[in-house]
């Protein structure tokens, strides 16, 4: 079953923020491990992936989405208005840091939560600034008129062997060991969380997902369909959709944050959509004009 979340919409600054959100079990897995949030008040957003067995992984991704909010309120709250953007950045870091401890002391304490963990990635709309943070390889993306953009990079296996030149683009996507992270919350370790900001502007839209979207859809699918959606909403059941049709083999969640503004003029750009895969420090920009294929 799916669970679906109305448009949400909240002033930020000079932006009006609207999202939308969803989350479905897929066809193979019998319970659903990931969890997502739209916290209106503070302009974050939340997705985690969770993991471990006897549905540990489905505890460790609610405590996620309960918690975190509260952890970067009361971080947000003890600074001042003039806040700069990498204190925010700092508040959204160390708010990880302590739901790690947090995750991984409860799987200390509870046997049956032994190895819970989760993958998460976190925006904090702050300004006119978007604050990601992330563990693992669930991950955020941008649409900005016709370019779409990895923000971040997975914390896998995979993605070091992909940095390291030992493996290639096409060769990770299929790797045998690609769901094989190197970050989660709930780890016994102190590497924290991947952080950055970027400044948004109207008509930006911003994803952040579960890897169960992008195991089965492409980059470049990915960003075709929200581009071709102009509703926040159906652009979440698209892309569920798709990515059910392609297998559906984990489950599904995503969450798209638009910044309201000028929406994007499609004749302006002929159809055309770039695509930018951020890997490591390599950008690769892919063009095509034909629109995603009916599934």
Do not use: W
């Not at 806040?83 to 401890?101: H, I, P, Y």
């Not at 109207?202 to 071709?228: A, P, V, Y």
């Amino acid at each position: 079953m799916s669970f679906f979340k109305k448009d949400h919409q909240a002033k930020v600054s000079e932006f009006s923020i609207a999202s939308a959100g969803i989350t479905d079990i897929g066809k193979i897995r019998d319970h659903n491990e990931d969890a997502y949030t739209i916290h209106e008040e503070l302009g974050l957003f939340i997705v985690a992936d969770g993991m471990g067995g006897h549905q540990a992984g489905e505890i460790a991704s609610e405590i996620i989405i309960e918690t975190l909010p509260g952890l970067v309120k009361n971080e947000l709250e003890v600074m001042t208005v003039e806040a700069q953007d990498e204190q925010v950045e700092l508040a959204l870091t160390r708010s990880l840091a302590k739901l790690n401890s947090l995750v991984y002391e409860k799987s200390r304490e509870i046997p049956q939560l032994h190895g819970m963990g989760a993958t998460v990635v976190a925006c904090l709309i702050h300004v006119s600034n978007a604050i990601i943070a992330h563990m693992g390889d669930s991950r955020a993306y941008l649409l900005r008129g016709n370019s779409f953009e990895r923000l971040t990079h997975d914390h896998s296996v995979v993605d070091v062997l992909l940095q390291m030149g030992r493996i290639t683009p096409q060769q990770a996507v299929n790797h045998p060991i690609r769901n094989q992270i190197t970050r989660h919350v709930g780890m016994n370790s102190n590497m924290g969380a991947d952080s950055a900001y970027l400044k948004i502007k109207q008509g930006d839209k911003l994803l952040l997902c579960s890897d169960g979207l992008t195991n089965e859809l492409s980059d470049r699918q990915i960003g075709e369909i929200i581009f071709n959606n102009n509703n926040l909403q159906e652009a979440c059941n698209t892309l569920l959709s798709c990515a059910n049709a392609s297998g559906g083999r984990d489950n599904i969640t995503a969450v798209i944050i638009e910044v309201i503004g000028r929406a994007v003029n499609k004749k302006e750009i002929n159809g055309k959509i770039v695509v930018k895969k951020k890997i490591g420090r390599s950008l690769h920009n892919i063009q095509r004009k034909d629109k995603i294929p009916n599934y």
